[in-house]
């Protein structure tokens, strides 16, 4: 069953965040997953959105999202991004 990634970006350092992007790809694709969104403009139908960035990951299930979360080849690039972002991180199965 699909698990799905989506995270709330607020950037602060976007130098340093353009580095992250460059990485983040490789890792994702190690563990099955692809970019569903990744930074698009969101348009706010109701309510508030407060963020820089919205991006959606697809795995093949839960359990390989949270491998790549943890993983040893992600944490160069998170330790970059939790250096140039805040970032709020969801997994969501359907």
Same mark, same amino acid.
């Given at each position: ?6 995270? @709330? ?8 965040? #353009?580095?992250?992007? $460059?990485? !983040? ?22 309510? @508030? ?8 990951? #697809?795995?093949?299930? $839960?359990? !390989? ?30």
């Amino acid at each position: 069953m699909p698990a799905y990634v989506l995270v @709330e970006v607020d950037i602060n350092d976007p130098k340093e965040y #353009e580095a992250y992007k $460059k990485l !983040t790809p490789a890792t994702v694709e190690a563990y099955g997953g692809k970019f569903i969104i990744r930074g698009n403009p969101v348009q706010v139908m109701e309510g @508030e959105w407060n963020h820089d960035r919205l991006v959606m990951l #697809e795995f093949p299930d $839960k359990k !390989t999202a949270e491998e790549w979360y943890y993983s040893k080849e992600y944490q160069n690039a998170k330790a970059i991004r939790q250096k140039a972002s805040t970032a709020k991180f969801f997994i969501i199965e359907v």
